[in-house]
């Protein structure tokens, strides 16, 4: 059996194949197709990737998202985290993303209740579709950590109460910890969809 990981990112497609390492399912690259995403909607970005991918190739395609919000702030900055919702260029420093970051926040009571949630969607040329979501509840806090994960300025705001950490504090195995149950039942789930037909659902 086989699957399009619907991304142009390498580093995504590769999680995908160890994933897959050791089942009967290998994922097919594939030209990354373009769609215009919202910035707030995760799971119609999800939802409408995959089924565009599934539709071109005519194969099982799955596609994932995941987005960052703050209730407080109308959700913001939903999907496009780097962009704040499409108000920041795609090449921000991280430099620059902090301070505007600081400044949003410095409007409202610390700490800000947020979350972090991911999208995955499994869809078939037919239409049939279901996703899975995995949601992390977080804090604000305003006693970030000196140093941030690069790429990341966040992860020095980001604090996880069930874990007393900070995300930039996290080891690799415990964010692999974190992670392992969603991605066990993505793996479950991509073996069990790519067998038959079922009516659109959560699974």
Known sequence: ??????TSNLAKIQFYEHLLEGTKVEVVKCKALEMEEDLYDIVANSRNKALLYAVSYQNLALSDDTGFFIPKMNNEPGCAVRRWGGRLPDDISDEDWLQFFVNKIREHELPLECYRKTVVTLALPNGSHFFLEQVF???IRDNPQPRYIEGGPLSAYLYYPHLHKFNCE?????IYELNQEFFQ???SAIMSFGSKEIDCKSF
Do not use: C, D, S, Y
Request: net charge neutral; glycine share 6%; hydrophobic share 45%.
């Open 1 to 6: 059996m086989n699957i399009i990981i619907g």
């Open 137 to 139: 509840n977080a804090e």
């Open 185 to 187: 039942r993505v793996q």
């Open 170 to 174: 996290l080891t690799k195995a415990e």
